[in-house]
């Protein structure tokens, strides 16, 4: 009678003596590399802690975030207006900057040199002439 | 505070129960894979490809759902590997100078007819090479369900879940297997 959930027959116990002897007589290679493949996938699940520090640490920052713009809202009018010229004066430099025509001469510096030098030419040759 | 600390038990007690489950079973699915694989270095990539996906989606299952979860992967595992080898043994067998030299290089490539070789027998002794010699031959379902119940201690209800089939399947598979392993070891043992 073959098992099936009860008495295991005799040809069942000597098949699975033998396979626990086999197991009993892995390598100590084996077994280290076994234990190691182990201890990689139970630090899988000691990692979940990461994940779960994620989830208490992201509110509290999102918090504070709106806590720092509240309070930059909220600063008194008379510390805006005295910060209001530097924003004005360097408003107008970047304006400077951003003018087309200011970076075409500079990108055309060589030539307005060769003008220059050429201008000088020409008063000197006048000159004496 | 006290609930952050508890969920850290929580997944330290996860963690302390999945590895005294792994390394109660971890040597004897080593022995399982490398019957149905015929090589250390497959089988032990089954392994760990089974215990790191165990840890990974299943690590909060109740603990009584492993054995036939973890056993369940390990064989899906067994069979993808198997099917990568016919594909290749298939592949080889079109370029046939090629393929000779690699069936003499690779023992898996007719592992089911092949003697165990003398390491095994060094290692499991003779009774045990010719065990496993002649599960190899069995058909993959047989030998499933024979190292499942008796290697592994399963009752049919786990042996059922980790084979992904009905019981009755599992009980019919098992007792073919045994009726063909006492018919060929009879005389052995």
């Given at each position: 009678m073959v098992n099936d959930g009860n008495d295991p027959t005799g040809f069942e116990r000597r098949s699975k003596a033998v396979f626990e002897a086999s197991v009993d007589g892995l390598s100590g290679d084996i077994r280290s590399r076994l234990a190691r493949a182990r201890h990689r996938a139970v630090a899988e699940v000691r990692s979940t802690r990461a994940p779960m520090a994620r989830r208490f640490w992201m509110p509290a920052a999102g918090l504070g975030a709106a806590a720092l713009a509240a309070i930059l809202f909220a600063l008194p009018m008379s510390h805006r207006e005295r910060a209001l010229p530097a924003p004005v004066a360097s408003a107008e430099d970047m304006a400077m900057l951003l003018n087309s025509e200011d970076l075409d001469m500079i990108e055309n510096m060589d030539f307005y040199s060769w003008m220059d030098s050429e201008a000088a030419m020409e008063v000197s040759g006048d000159v004496r002439s | 505070m006290q609930r952050r600390s508890g969920a850290k038990e929580s997944v330290l007690d996860q963690a302390h129960e999945l590895e005294r489950f792994l390394a109660g079973v971890e040597r004897r699915a080593f022995r399982f894979a490398r019957i149905a694989l015929r090589n250390d270095d497959d089988a032990l990539d089954a392994v760990q490809d089974a215990m790191l996906r165990l840890a990974r989606?299943?690590?909060?299952?109740?603990?009584?759902?492993w054995p036939p979860l973890f056993h369940r992967i390990l064989q899906n595992r067994i069979r993808d590997v198997q099917r990568r080898h016919q594909v290749r043994n298939r592949f080889f067998a079109w370029l046939p100078a090629v393929g000779d030299d690699d069936e003499r290089a690779d023992?898996?490539?007719?592992?089911?007819?092949e003697i165990p070789d003398a390491v095994d027998q060094l290692m499991a002794g003779e009774a045990m090479a010719l065990l496993e010699q002649h599960l190899a031959q069995l058909p993959p379902r047989q030998q499933q369900a024979f190292m499942l119940r008796?290697?592994?201690?399963?009752d049919v209800a786990q042996t059922a879940s980790a084979m992904g089939c009905s019981e009755g399947s599992v009980k019919t598979h098992y007792s073919r297997a045994v009726h063909t392993l006492r018919g060929k070891l009879g005389d052995a043992w």
């Open positions: - | 989606h299943y690590a909060g299952r109740p603990v009584e759902q023992p898996r490539a007719s592992a089911a007819a008796n290697f592994e201690g399963l």
